[in-house]
């Protein structure tokens, strides 16, 4: 059964730091994996969606980056603003299904 | 830009009335799914639907559980008799191919008092 699990749980940064965000993945079979923002109490925004057969995406000031076979993902943030401040998800979706198996996010928090 | 839309924004109800939370997904889009988000935890997949029918359930996904697409445009997930636990942010999501990215609205948020 895939697990998916996000370091750091929280992460309070000043503005304009670069700064990574991570998430590792039990089960090297994705289809593809998905970067996700939450803001609080409203629904998920899609950010990138990293194919298994690529080794990162890239829009705008975000980059994500795949690695199967060592089974994670990272999203890089460049020059943080206080509008970056909210939940990032990453969800990984199953060779085998369609279903997204969630981490439980990074709550970060910008400073102005 | 095209989304998805959940309605309503908060279903506050009774335990053991029925409710049915309504998603107008994106137009185009062939896969349809549900997800749930209780207070806290993480996001966590329901059920998804294709072609008319459901292609993949949770375990979370019992029998009191329903989804349904009546018309061309709305896909509607039914809890037959609610729980305390059922009490949660409830996510459509749609997508138009399995390679695709998902679409998520913006939620349901279901009290069950």
């Known amino acids: 059964k895939q697990e998916v699990t996000q370091i750091p749980a929280a992460l309070s940064v000043p503005e304009g730091e670069n700064l990574v965000l991570n998430c590792s993945f039990t089960?090297?079979?994705?289809?593809?994996l998905q970067w996700f923002r939450q803001d609080p109490g409203k629904g998920l925004t899609s950010l990138l969606l990293i194919q298994s057969s690529q080794r990162e995406q890239t829009s705008g000031r975000l980059n994500a980056s795949l690695d199967k076979s060592s089974g994670r993902s990272t999203l890089y943030i460049a020059a943080s603003q206080p509008g970056d401040s909210a939940t990032y998800l990453c969800a990984a979706q199953e060779t085998s299904g369609s279903r997204l198996t969630f981490g439980e996010g990074t709550q970060l928090t910008v400073n102005p | 830009e095209p989304e998805v839309t959940q309605t309503p924004s908060h279903q506050v109800t009774q335990m053991g009335q029925e409710v049915i939370l309504r998603c107008v997904p994106i137009s185009n889009h062939l896969y349809f799914y549900w997800y749930r988000q209780i207070l806290g935890q993480k996001v966590e997949f329901l059920v998804s639907?294709?072609?008319?029918?459901?292609?993949?359930k949770s375990e979370i996904f019992d029998d009191q559980f329903s989804v349904e697409r009546p018309d061309g445009s709305n896909f509607t997930l039914k809890i037959r008799s609610t729980k305390l636990e059922d009490s949660a942010m409830y996510f459509c999501a749609s997508r138009f191919s399995l390679a695709g990215s998902k679409y998520f609205g913006a939620g349901t948020r279901l009290s069950v008092l």
């Open positions: 639907f294709y072609n008319n029918e459901i292609s993949e």
């Open positions: 089960d090297s079979a994705i289809y593809n």
